[in-house]
């Protein structure tokens, strides 16, 4: 897994500021992913536990609008220098480096895990670890909303991301994962972005068991 999370990591790294200047926005064209981290939110905050965790979270933009949205969240990046921007662009809220598959977060801490567009770059056999992770985080009842590039085909599929190789799913697929870490899965978005890549945005959300 370092390998592949290495090379992730320096490529991110190349371009922290063309990359935020493209998604700092917090999904204001983007309605579908916004009322899904809207529902998320919401169905967090109704767990009483409000601790959030924004995993993969590049340079804070959706960390800070779970805050708006009332959630004690905070923001774990693979990438420093993302982790850098996020910090100066949101001082007020709290960034640390950290790997997905070991998250300095101590078990059933959290109300919510947001994985936003952050697993892509994991290779298949290897996303049922990064999945545990999120599990082991979660309290009883917790929610973890998954984005991701979906496909109608029945295997993940390789493609060139723009900053790293990056992976699509079948829906059904990846709730099968997250059926088999311990989670149950009970809302899903797929819809057409219009993307040249041809694929659909997902979001899956899940709750622990």
């Known amino acids: 897994m370092a390998n592949h999370q290495d090379d992730t990591r320096t490529a991110y790294d190349g371009v922290v500021e063309l990359y935020a200047s493209l998604f700092a926005n917090r999904l204001e064209t983007q309605p579908f992913s916004r009322a899904m981290i809207g529902t998320f939110a919401e169905l967090v905050r109704a767990t009483g536990n409000l601790r959030a965790a924004d995993v993969g979270c590049g340079p804070g933009h959706l960390t800070a609008m779970l805050h708006e949205l009332g959630l004690d969240a905070f923001g774990l990046d693979l990438a420093p220098g993302m982790v850098d921007h996020a910090r100066r662009a949101h001082p007020a809220l709290r960034f640390q480096e950290a790997r997905m598959e070991s998250l ?71 709730a099968e994962l ?32």
């Open 178 to 209: 997250l059926a088999d870490a311990g989670l149950e899965p009970f809302a899903r978005l797929l819809h057409d972005p219009a993307s040249e890549r041809g694929f659909l945005d997902a979001h899956l959300l899940a709750r622990r068991s």
């Open 104 to 174: 300095p977060i101590e078990d059933g801490a959290l109300g919510g895990v947001l994985a936003h567009y952050s697993m892509i770059h994991t290779p298949p056999g290897e996303l049922p670890e990064l999945l545990s992770e999120q599990v082991r985080v979660l309290a009883p009842g917790g929610l973890l909303l998954v984005s991701f590039f979906g496909t109608d085909g029945q295997e993940p599929v390789r493609f060139n991301h723009k900053v790293a190789p990056a992976y699509s799913w079948p829906a059904d697929s990846l």
